[in-house]
């Protein structure tokens, strides 16, 4: 729904993680997930074989970057190829397939000795993935004289699992029977047969693992055939675990002192630490290893609500688990509420990727009365983009101890809220602390920023001013209903630039590269008309026109745009902003 900054809606800002990729490729909605393409390179296209004068089949391809593990698969149907059961796992970009397997295989669809067939060939990732292409070649091939020699092969390479466990298969290509042994797998790997004759595959399962990391051999044997032997190892698993709370927010309904106990579900070592302004929550113990209880104590308050996070972090880990607690204070009078309150501006703490945060500030209309028999009229909205409206049902409110709680429909919820400087403010999390979110009313209505139907200045000049590496530091969204009035919206989003969230790489070649590290990458075309001051972008799939605000510089680029949304009645501006890397 926007070219640069993300699909935004009335009630919710999407992240820039996901509106800003779609913008660049014009799309309404996500790409196609494209993530590379595996481009086969040998046998060519038609290639033909006499099994009866090569040892040998090399297949070969380009790796994808992120691929760990390749699957040849052939099958004599084109086109079921890629669902075909006849696959060779390798963690390189090659395979050679001896010329007693593949006539083996050609036995397998009843090619008579001395006949040949038509295979076709793939190579896909393992598992499969929906965003890294390939394509499908065939080679024909020619089967060698009777009575081929006993034979028995099993995948070259090593299987992997991760801590979480599940299945991996194990293909066998034989012409004997054989059978499997498994040496230091008890109690966490079991496999789905021990034995078979000719081609075959096993299913490998793994248990999840909670300590360190561990191994198993698998040897395959069979008479006539020297013994095959398969690695299997699992990772790491120590600090991969989940802790279930009884629950994840602990409120202290009134602003006596009390205390609450939790538990913890755990297999590792974990220490607590806590979030909070002053010093009126206490957690004991800080520390422990495996299940326990924690007790949440906290003072006597005499002021207005508060809250607090209390973070768990478990050795290992790589996410930490978290309660919030709330105390009602003891100020607050409810009849300070009483009468007309207008959306001035809400505010949240987001974080977009395991560690990287950007404030969103939110300005649009809003307005809601509360009356002094309890009930409210209008919309209440907050910093959760709950959207609380009349439609017929009882509306009820209720504030105590600095703690507002609204009922709409059956449904009820409490945030902190106090009067600061005449003005009505919902609050939840800690200050300053991901997941803090803030909503601001005031008596009078606030005016929020027009958003332009025309970009009257851009920028002419040469296009070198854009070249280079920029990191995304700010975006700025405005929003109006083309159909339903002049309501508009408006969203601003500060980003740190010190994570390199959003890496923007524009080349002189006319080709750009748009980057969340470890998350995201997709490249496309650019041209930039001096004239007209329209920069044309050309993404995976569609094309967009932006331009270039005269206000970037050779260390700051400002880049600016504005679609019109038929179908959702809607236009937006949009202005993100980077600094050079």
């Known amino acids: 729904m926007t070219y640069l900054s993300g699909i935004l809606n009335k009630t919710a800002v999407l992240t820039a993680l996901l509106g800003f990729a779609l913008l660049w490729s014009c799309s309404d909605k996500d790409d196609d997930g494209y993530k590379g393409e595996i481009r086969l390179t040998a046998p060519v296209d038609n290639a033909e074989y006499n099994l009866s004068n090569v040892d040998k089949i090399t297949f070969s391809w380009t790796a994808v970057d992120g691929v760990t593990e390749y699957a040849l698969k052939m ?141 198993a051999t698998l040897t395959f044997s069979g008479t006539g055939v020297s013994n095959k032997t398969i690695t299997v190892s699992q990772s790491d698993g120590s600090g991969e675990i989940a802790f279930i709370w009884t629950t994840d927010n602990v409120p202290f309904t009134s602003a006596a002192a009390g205390s609450e106990n939790v538990e913890i579900i755990s297999n590792t070592a974990w220490t607590i630490d806590i979030e909070q302004a002053g010093n009126w929550l206490t957690v004991t113990p800080t520390s422990g290893t495996g299940n326990g209880e924690i007790t949440l104590t906290v003072t006597a308050n005499t002021g ?148 332009p139907e025309t970009i009257t200045s851009f920028y002419t000049g040469n296009e070198e001013l854009i070249y280079g590496e920029w990191i995304m530091t700010k975006t700025e969204d405005g929003i109006v209903s083309t159909t339903g009035g002049t309501l508009h919206e408006w969203f601003t989003t500060i980003y740190n630039p010190d994570d390199e969230f959003y890496i923007l790489t524009i080349n002189p070649i006319g080709t750009y590269t748009i980057a969340i590290p470890n998350f995201y990458t997709f490249s496309g075309t650019w041209s930039f008309d001096p004239v007209t001051g329209i920069l044309a972008i050309v993404g995976p799939e569609n094309t967009g026109e932006l331009m270039i605000d005269p206000a970037s510089t050779a260390t700051t680029l400002i880049l600016v745009g504005i679609r019109v949304d038929d179908d959702e009645g809607e236009r937006t501006f949009f202005r993100e902003t980077y600094i050079k890397k």
């Open 75 to 215: 099958s004599p149907d084109k086109d079921n190829v890629a669902s075909s059961n006849v696959k060779f796992t390798t963690n390189g970009n090659s395979y050679e397939l001896t010329a007693v397997t593949a006539d083996q295989l050609l036995a397998g669809i009843s090619v008579p000795p001395e006949g040949e067939a038509n295979i076709y060939w793939t190579v896909m990732p393992e598992p499969p993935d929906a965003g890294i292409k390939t394509n499908v070649r065939m080679v024909k091939v020619k089967r060698g004289a009777e009575n081929q020699p006993p034979n028995l092969e099993a995948p070259d390479g090593d299987v992997q699992f991760e801590a979480a466990g599940g299945e991996k298969p194990v293909n066998v290509v034989s012409n004997i029977n054989w059978s499997v042994a498994v040496t230091g797998g008890d109690g966490w790997l079991t496999l789905s047969a021990t034995s078979g004759s000719g081609n075959g595959t096993i299913t490998l399962t793994a248990d999840p693992n909670f300590d360190a990391a561990r191994s």
């Open 304 to 451: 207005g609500a508060r809250s607090a996070i209390v973070n768990l972090n478990g050795a290992g880990m790589d996410w930490t688990p978290t309660i919030t607690v709330t105390q009602a204070g003891t100020g607050g009078n409810s009849a300070d509420l009483h009468g007309t309150w207008y959306l001035k501006k809400m505010e949240r703490i987001q974080e977009f990727l395991p560690g990287m945060y950007a404030n969103t500030e939110i300005l649009k209309a809003g307005t809601f009365t509360l009356l002094s028999d309890g009930t409210y009229t209008g919309e209440i909205e907050n910093m959760k983009n709950y959207n609380f409206s009349d439609d017929g049902e009882q509306q009820e409110w209720t504030y105590t101890g600095g703690m507002f709680s609204f009922i709409n429909n059956g449904d009820e919820t409490t945030f902190m809220a106090n009067i600061v400087n005449s003005e009505l403010v919902f609050e939840i999390g800690v200050a300053g602390q991901p997941g803090y979110g803030k909503a601001t009313y005031a008596r009078t209505a606030t005016v929020v920023p027009p958003v």
